[in-house]
T-cell receptor, first 117, second 117 residues
Framework: AQTVTQSQPEMSVQEAETVTLSCTYD???????LFWYKQPPSRQMILVIR??????QNATENRFSVNFQKAAKSFSLKISDSQLGDAAMYFC??????????????FGGGTRLMVKP | NAGVMQNPRHLVRRRGQEARLRCSPM?????VYWYRQLPEEGLKFMVY????????ESGMPKERFSAEFPKEGPSILRIQQVVRGDSAAYFC???????????????FGNGTRLTVT
């Protein structure tokens, strides 16, 4: 079974600065997808960024980028130019690339990001 | 295009009562997933359904919990004889038919927060 670990329960960043959230995972599969979701106090789950394991290039979405290290099974999220609206819980998630896996996600325990004005 | 709709948003039940949580997937989506989020934790997979079919219920407790996704109408997660430990946020997510290189993420509803008193 796959596991996803987020070792930082809480992180804090100054507005306009850069912060990196860590995520490691354990799997024996070679084909999979990785995601970062943001959950603000409204409880809505918002997809921030996704990475296909077969792609070597790190995904980027505006101020959000990942550092995907497949051999190390590491998938960190970098938020540049942090904004107050970035304050939320962030969850790393894994999805198998196997045909019969459906679209089921395995989530990490989350990191609470606080942004200081 | 309406997103995934869950209702109710909040549900309060006394111990021993039944809880019914509803989820209407996005239009065109035939696959539904239910997740549970305990306070300060990540989301945990419960069950994966297609119309009239349970595909994977490996994350669902064997007793008191059941789920269905009928041909017509929303998916229902039913919890019988609720206990305090069932208090959590329950999320539904939907997707179209997944494939090997399927690249579309899950779409989540805003969750139902169940409180058992």
């Amino acid at each position: 079974a796959q596991t996803v670990t987020q070792s930082q329960p809480e992180m804090s960043v100054q507005e306009a600065e850069t912060v990196t959230l860590s995520c490691t995972y354990d799997t024996s599969e070679s084909d999979y997808y990785l995601f970062w979701y943001k959950q603000p106090p409204s409880r809505q789950m918002i997809l921030v960024i996704r990475q296909e394991a077969y792609k070597q290039q790190n995904a980027t979405e505006n101020r959000f980028s990942v550092n995907f290290q497949k051999a190390a099974k590491s998938f960190s999220l970098k938020i540049s130019d942090s904004q107050l609206g970035d304050a939320a819980m962030y969850f790393c998630a894994y999805r198998s690339g196997e045909n019969n896996a459906g679209n089921m996600l395995t989530f990490g325990g989350g990191t609470r990001l606080m942004v200081k004005p | 295009n309406a997103g995934v709709m869950q209702n109710p948003r909040h549900l309060v039940r006394r111990r021993g009562q039944e809880a019914r949580l509803r989820c209407s997937p996005m239009k065109g989506h035939s696959h539904v997933y239910w997740y549970r989020q305990l306070p300060e934790e990540g989301l945990k997979f419960m069950v994966y359904l297609q119309k009239e079919n349970i595909i994977d219920e490996s994350g669902m407790p064997k007793e008191r919990f059941s789920a269905e996704f009928p041909k017509e109408g929303p998916s229902i997660l039913r919890i019988q004889q609720v206990v305090r430990g069932d208090s959590a946020a329950y999320f539904c997510a939907s997707s179209p038919l997944p494939g090997r290189r399927y690249n579309s993420p899950l779409h989540f509803g805003n969750g139902t927060r169940l409180t058992v008193t």
